[in-house]
């Protein structure tokens, strides 16, 4: 099993930035990549950004590209998503994510962190 535990939401001004934090305990060995997702009101969660643990391979949606940076820390034991730039529609709830190894689908969800950001 893996707990993931996310911090760092919060109310911001568009154009401030903020820095989320994913702390993983368990079998996070067993984890081959962590993802960043997002939910608005009344919109489907999508994908922001994800790093994978051998090679730290990053992959990011159109939408955040060049102002979100995903990192890890401590062997995938923590997980960062720095957002720059932020807009109002980046407001969401943000969940971190992992996948297990030679699993297609993220079977471990946190419980999410609240991003607002204000005009």
């Known amino acids: 099993q893996v707990q993931l535990v996310e911090s760092g939401g919060g109310l911001v001004q568009a154009g401030g930035s903020l820095r989320l934090s994913c702390a993983a305990s368990g079998r996070t060995f067993t984890l081959d990549s962590v993802g960043w997702f997002r939910q608005a009101p009344g919109k489907d969660r999508e994908s922001v950004a994800t790093?994978?643990?051998?090679?730290?391979?990053?992959y990011y949606a159109d939408s955040v590209k060049g102002r979100f940076a995903v990192s890890s820390a401590n062997a995938m034991n923590t997980v960062y998503l720095q957002m720059n730039s932020l807009r109002p529609e980046d407001t969401a709830v943000y969940y971190c994510?992992?996948?297990?190894?030679?699993?297609?689908?993220?079977?471990?969800w946190g419980q999410g962190t609240q991003v607002t950001v204000s005009e």
């Open positions: 994510a992992g996948r297990l190894g030679g699993r297609s689908e993220y079977g471990y």
């Open positions: 790093i994978t643990r051998i090679g730290g391979t990053t």
